[in-house]
């Protein structure tokens, strides 16, 4: 067991604790937050009392580990951009844990990241959300798929209309993705269509052969088993969307994209996330009433193209303020994973509540992946995930010194070799 003595404990989720502590059990997890309890005699004492406890942040769209530092094109893997319908693409088969930008994150207090293919096709492939630290990614993964990255807009219709094909426009978005729509709905229908031969076909061969053990009814013809039908990648890939087990991820930034992605997500009774959503403030009310999860960002960036033109740090305070779920993208590697409290402490500054950084960054995008039960606040019961800051996280001279993932002390200031800032 582990007990870190805190000078601060800020759980996120409850009122801030000064002069706390946290037990730590020997599964990783957090037994105990609080203060005015005796600390177990044997267990290892982290002395924090100078420091900040702070949720391991979360980053819940990013790139890392597939668009990978200091290495070039020619290792980088986020876009399959040879066709634009790749829902049979998976994330966890491109990724290298140990990439630089892995680390840097670690030193920056991220625990958990969920990564996405890129946004050059229509349907990009499946995403996945795995923790920071390790050396096989298979070891890491805590959601094999976290969601079908999608997008609409300018990136498909750039990639393939410069290859003189379809898609080009906005409308030939929407018209391949709702082709892949239709054609995983009857492919779903099918595969229920031969459950129900099948079973009825095991009942009637069950009689046929009683009967034919009886003697009777010897004109009684034996049942035929029903045709199997062929299986298809693509296709199986998309059925967890429609048992809304998973849900569309779709890069949106204009207002205009995001409202396309909620029109198809309604007609095709499937759940939607707008990713980027960077136009959201112009449409609050409207992903507010939808119940649409937001994950802005990245903002930091340069406005590297039109839809970029009306960018503003104040969507986060506004969106927040009309009740929706928004978390905080890097979008690394666009701007780096390693200052996620910097752009926090930006969108505290232009309006958005301090309570609201902390979640952006933490809990709520716990929530979207539907992991709050287990990571994005330090309370009794969930993954030791915790970063000890030398100050307020917000602060932009704070920095991480100790990071523990699932109780295990992966980043010490004090003993790091390599340069990370």
């Keep these: 067991m582990k007990a870190i003595l805190c000078g601060k404990i800020i759980p996120v989720t409850k009122d801030p604790i000064e002069n706390g502590h946290i037990l730590i059990d020997d599964k990783g997890k957090i037994k105990k937050v609080g ?41 980088q893997d986020g876009n399959e951009c040879t066709d634009p319908i790749t829902p049979h693409v998976r994330v966890l088969d491109a990724i ?24 050059g096709n229509v349907v990009g492939g499946q995403m996945t959300t795995i923790k920071t630290y390790g050396r096989i990614v298979d070891d890491m993964v805590i959601q094999e798929t976290a969601g079908m990255k999608c997008a609409f807009g300018e990136n498909p219709k750039r990639v393939y209309g410069g290859m003189q094909r379809t898609p080009s426009t906005r409308m030939g ?34 009689e046929y052969e009683q009967k034919t053990k009886e003697g009777k009814d ?44 909620v029109r198809l997500a309604k007609e095709f009774d499937v759940n939607v996330t707008i990713e980027h959503c960077t136009y959201g403030h112009k449409i609050a009310d409207f992903l ?41 993208t890097s979008d690394h590697p666009v701007v780096p994973l ?15 509540s301090k309570q609201g950084a902390y979640e952006i960054i933490t809990i709520n995008g716990a929530k979207i992946l539907g992991l709050d039960d287990r ?32 109780g295990k002390l992966v980043y010490d200031i004090e003993t790091e070799t390599e340069k990370l800032f």
Excluded at 182 to 204: A, F, I, P, S
Excluded at 375 to 392: N, T
Aim: charge should be neutral; aromatic fraction near 8%; include cysteine.
């Design 288 to 328: 507010a009433e939808n119940k649409i999860p937001a994950i802005v960002g990245p903002t930091f960036g340069f406005r590297t193209k039109i839809e970029l033109k009306d960018m503003t740090w104040k969507t986060y305070g506004i969106l927040y303020e009309k009740g929706v779920l928004v978390a905080l």
């Design 35 to 75: 203060k005015g309890f005796d600390v177990p005699k044997d267990a290892e004492i982290i002395d924090a009392k100078k420091w900040v406890a702070f949720p391991g942040i979360i980053d819940v769209h990013c790139h890392a580990a597939v668009f990978e530092e200091e290495v070039g094109l020619g290792l």
């Design 173 to 206: 978005n929407l018209g391949v993705f709702r082709q892949l729509m239709m054609e995983t709905q009857n492919y779903m229908n099918k595969w229920d269509d031969y459950k129900k031969k099948l079973k009825q076909y095991k009942e009637d061969l069950k």
């Design 96 to 119: 290298n844990p140990v990439e630089k930008g892995m680390k840097r994150a670690i030193s920056s207090g991220v625990t958990c990241v969920c990564i996405a293919p890129g946004s």
């Design 375 to 406: 990571i994005g606040s330090i309370e009794a019961g969930k993954d030791a995930d915790i970063a000890l800051w030398s100050e307020d996280p917000l602060l932009v001279h704070s920095k991480v010194q100790k990071l523990f993932i699932d």
């Design 218 to 261: 010897k004109d009684l013809k034996k049942p035929v088993e029903p045709t199997i039908p062929d299986k298809n990648i693509k296709y199986d890939a998309m059925v967890p969307v429609f048992k809304k087990e998973i849900p569309l991820r779709a890069h949106a930034h204009q207002d205009n994209d995001i409202i396309s992605a």
């Design 338 to 352: 390693q200052e996620q409290t910097v752009y926090a402490a930006i969108a505290h500054r232009e309006g958005l």
